[in-house]
C-alpha cells in the first residue's frame, strides 16, 4: 500500500508543477474529481462526461480559454483549461463553485483556480466555508485528516452521487455498470 501512496504523492506533485508552469500564461481552471480508493480508472467515463459539460458551460462564460491538455495518473483523471492573461479568476472560481453545487454528484468535482502567476484561489477566497465531507456535513479536510469514516464508507457515498448523475442525466448503457 505505501508503493500506492508513494505513487499518488508523486502524481499530485508532479499535477501542482504542471498548474504552476501553465498559470505563468494566464489564469488556469484544473478539473480533477474527488475519488477515493485506489483505482481511479473506474471513473474515466465519468470524468468524460463532466469534462463534456464543462466545456460547453465555459462557451457560456464569454472568457477566452483553450483546453491544454488532459492526462491520467495515479490521482486520477485531470483537465487543465488556460484563460486569457486579462481573465478575472475570482469569476472563474465563482463559475466553478457554481457548477460543483449546481448538480447532485457535483461534490465528486474538483474545479481548482490559479491566478496568473500561481496564486491558488480557495472557497475561502470568496467567503465561502470548506466544502463539506462525503460522508457527513463536516469540512472535508478535517474528516480525511481525523480519517472519521472508513474507506468503503466513502466509496459509497461517491458510488451513490456518481448513481444519481447517471440518473438525472439517462447517460447512454456505456457509462453504465
Known sequence: MSDFFSRLLEAREE???????????????TLTLNLPGPDKSLWLAFHAAVRDGLVQDLADWGLEWVHVSSRQGAAGPEDHFLFSPSADPIQIKRGAIDLEEGQPAGRLLDLDVMAAGGKPLGR????????????????????????RHSAEEVLKAAQRLLDSFVSSRCLSGKYRD
Do not use: I, Q, T
Open 15 to 29: 499535477r501542482w508543477k504542471r498548474r504552476l508552469a501553465l498559470s505563468r500564461r494566464g489564469p488556469l481552471l
Open 124 to 147: 475561502g477566497d470568496l467567503g465561502l466555508p470548506p466544502r463539506p465531507c462525503l460522508c457527513c456535513p463536516c469540512p472535508a479536510r478535517e474528516c480525511a485528516a481525523l480519517r
